[in-house]
């Protein structure tokens, strides 16, 4: 197949999603390197999106596809009911990069199952229905989490029956309120509500870091109530926002815990759940009710082993942070010399520009025109969401950054 014959060859035989198909046209990626892709037209585009923000560890994987290979020639499935070496290594690698009191650790292959399983643990230890989630989230594409999202897909998929309940403090208006959270725990009946799921910085909504107390709040009331807490941490997670995950800079102690997407750096598709000694413990003479045909697939844990090795190896998690300082500061300054952008937000290497409520409805316009200028970003309800892989070189994330600066400014 031709470059440049991809697209239309893609649209013929496959549908892409979110979007009505006719008057889509996808971007042709041909290969990927480093911190940026090339196009059929053989453009080389900066990643400031991470793809998905999925790509941590950027495009060059070698180690980790080595590994994988290597294990393909051993075993390249079993029944998730088997036990193999491969799932024991993630699991106790995992261990050792998550918090101590998180000790075990479900498979699943996306991030949506990961929360859906967890949604259905935690209904099952608390014996309770209810789930609350927070205005402006996104948990998911299908099932309870997608339930539990408040996002602006949710149109396309709001026909399915839910029990979940969004908490924000009135009509429409989100705000870092505890009170609220309270309120609407109180008024939907405590005893009724198996958990809160948050993402401690809701990702896609616009990276909304949260004012000081406000996770520290929602914890307490939580354990008020016996109210289990889900962390979904599958876009904040790995390092992401300058820790290994976004709860641990406000010193959460989440039950569950839900990863997936940079997982495995993107080479195969993985998450997980991890649970507390104390949920673990529950299924010790009651079976759990999740499974999956892939779950713990051999190789793609050995592709999250092998990506947790990366981690560590290129210190990408202590790089996010320090290289966090300078995608700020750059975000700022392209915000200083545009009229289009209203408002900066952002978290070690995970930012946002909002734009005016004038230039909204030109979002695309300005993601195509940063695209043409050779940067790619995330464009998403009001903002432009920059998510540079954390081993990106400095110098490439200044030109980035002077790029969008460049274009926004005109
Ligand atoms: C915070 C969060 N949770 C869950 C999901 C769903 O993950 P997946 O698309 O792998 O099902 C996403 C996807 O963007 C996400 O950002």
């Known amino acids: 197949m031709n470059p440049g014959t991809v ?88 261990a050792a990069f ?11 292959n996306s991030g949506t199952e990961a929360n859906n399983d967890a949604i259905r643990i935690a209904r099952a230890v608390t014996g309770r229905r209810h789930i609350l989630y927070r205005g402006r989230s996104y948990h998911g594409s299908h099932g309870p989490a997608a339930m539990s999202s408040d996002d602006d897909r949710r149109r396309l998929w709001e026909q399915e029956p839910t029990y ?18 309270r309120w609407a725990v109180e008024a ?8 809160a799921v948050i993402e401690a910085v809701p990702g896609g909504s616009g990276v909304l870091v949260p004012a000081d107390g406000y996770l520290a709040g929602i914890a307490e009331v939580c354990r008020e109530h016996g109210i289990l807490l889900i962390c979904d941490e599958v876009l904040t997670g790995f390092g992401r926002t300058g820790r290994r995950f976004a709860f641990e800079h406000w010193d959460l ?33 009651t079976p759990l009710g999740c499974g999956h045909t892939f779950s713990a697939h051999p190789l793609t844990a050995v592709a999250a082993s092998a990506a947790l090795d990366e ?69 998403k309800g009001a903002n432009l969401i920059v998510a540079p892989p954390l081993v990106i070189d400095r110098t490439e994330l200044d030109e980035g950054l002077a790029t969008m600066a460049r274009v926004l400014a005109g």
């Open 188 to 195: 939907l009946g405590p005893r009724g509500i198996a958990a």
């Open 164 to 181: 979940s309940v969004p908490f924000r403090a009135g009509s429409g208006v989100v705000r870092d309120d505890v009170a609220a959270f």
């Open 7 to 94: 697209a239309a060859a893609c649209k013929a035989t496959t549908l892409f999603e979110w979007v009505a198909q006719d008057g889509y046209t996808p971007l042709e990626i041909v290969s990927a390197e480093g911190s940026a892709f090339r196009t059929a037209d053989g453009r080389r585009v900066l990643d400031f999106a991470s793809q998905l923000v999925v790509t941590n560890l950027g495009h060059s994987l070698e180690p980790i596809h080595r590994r994988v290979y290597e294990a393909s020639r051993e075993l390249s499935y079993v029944t998730p009911l088997a036990a193999t070496r491969q799932r024991a290594e993630l699991g106790a690698r995992l």
């Open 253 to 285: 102690r989440p039950d569950l815990v839900t990863m997936g997407k940079a997982l495995s750096a993107g080479v195969a598709p993985i998450a997980a759940v991890a649970v507390s000694a104390e949920i673990a413990e529950r299924f010790g003479d």
């Open 311 to 379: 981690y560590e190896r290129t210190n990408a998690v202590e790089r996010a942070a320090k290289l966090g300082e300078v995608l700020g500061r750059g975000l700022h300054t392209v915000a200083g010399s545009s009229d289009a952008v209203v408002r900066v937000r952002s978290i070690g290497m995970l930012g946002a520009l909002e734009l005016t409520e004038a230039e909204v409805t030109r979002l695309k316009h300005w993601h195509q025109r940063l695209l043409d200028a050779g940067v790619y970003v995330i464009a």
């Open 98 to 108: 998550t918090p101590d009191h998180l000790t075990k650790f479900f498979f699943a």
